[in-house]
Nanobody, 123 residues
């Protein structure tokens, strides 16, 4: 079992930055693929980014590529999402997800989820 807790959300003006954190508890955290998804009001959940267990492989949605950076500190059981040059359309609840076998963009294939962190970007 893996428990995930997100933090770091908030309200920021367009062009600003935020860093989300996702703290994991449970065994063999470093063996898990970790991902970020988001869901805006009235929209479906969408993939944001994913990172491999050792941090050497990662992927981003086109909408955030070049602005967001995913990273992890296995010693702290934490994955981060640094979000720069935020836009109003980035407003959403951001969710952390984990899986021991799946590395990809399909949220349905992740076994573990956090409770979400609200990010609001004002124009």
């Amino acid at each position: 079992q893996v428990q995930l807790v997100e933090s770091g959300g908030g309200l920021v003006q367009a062009g600003g930055s935020l860093r989300l954190s996702c703290a994991a508890s449970g065994r063999t955290y470093s063996g898990y693929y970790m991902a970020w998804f988001r869901q805006a009001p009235g929209k479906e959940r969408e993939f944001v980014s994913v990172i491999s267990g050792n941090g050497g492989r990662f992927d981003y949605a086109d909408s955030v590529k070049g602005r967001f950076t995913i990273s992890r500190e296995n010693a702290k059981n934490t994955v981060y999402l640094r979000m720069n040059r935020l836009k109003p359309e980035d407003t959403a609840v951001y969710y952390c997800a984990a899986d021991s076998r799946y590395y990809g963009r399909n949220g349905n294939d992740y076994d573990y989820w956090g409770q979400g962190a609200q990010v609001t970007v004002s124009s």
